[in-house]
């Protein structure tokens, strides 16, 4: 089970009715990790991931365990590298091969990339929502 989820261990930091901001700080353990190049949290810099809050008997201050499921981890790589590249590529090699030129080409691929991003950010509730960190058992 554990090699199913990604685990960081932070501080609660504020606790509301309907989140729970849990400050991260990355260890040098991070960079070692094997799902580093995954992870947003293993970067240097003190992190705040928001858990909801139902189901928690936690007090600020506490030290807690955070995890999200492995699986979305890749689905986020997907989601943010692996398909905007291929929109790239797919509506620059199009556009050259009907014929238009590089400078047309490229700045409607990289318009294809922003309306890529533009729908993301439309779906962002709905996404936020399958990629929550939750908080580990005691």
């Given at each position: 089970?554990?090699?199913?989820?990604?685990?960081?261990?932070?501080?609660?930091?504020?606790?509301?009715?309907?989140?729970?901001?849990?400050?991260?700080?990355?260890?040098?353990?991070?960079?070692?990790?094997?799902?580093?190049?995954?992870?947003?949290?293993?970067?240097?810099?003190?992190?705040?991931?928001?858990?909801?809050?139902?189901?928690?008997?936690?007090?600020?201050?506490?030290?807690?365990?955070?995890?999200?499921?492995?699986?979305?981890?890749?689905?986020?790589?997907?989601?943010?590298?692996a398909i905007p590249l291929a929109v790239l590529l797919a509506v620059l090699l199009g556009l050259l091969g009907l014929g238009l030129t590089e400078l047309t080409a490229g700045l409607a691929a990289l318009g294809a990339v922003a309306l890529y991003y533009a729908g993301l950010w439309l779906l962002r509730d709905r996404l936020s929502n399958e990629y929550s960190f939750y908080i580990k058992g005691r």
């Open positions: 089970m554990a090699a199913e989820e990604i685990f960081h261990t932070g501080r609660i930091v504020e606790i509301t009715p309907d989140y729970t901001t849990v400050e991260i700080v990355s260890s040098p353990a991070c960079s070692a990790c094997h799902a580093a190049g995954f992870c947003g949290i293993s970067g240097p810099a003190r992190k705040a991931v928001q858990v909801p809050t139902s189901g928690i008997s936690h007090e600020v201050g506490d030290e807690v365990c955070v995890a999200l499921r492995r699986s979305m981890g890749f689905k986020a790589v997907w989601l943010a590298y």
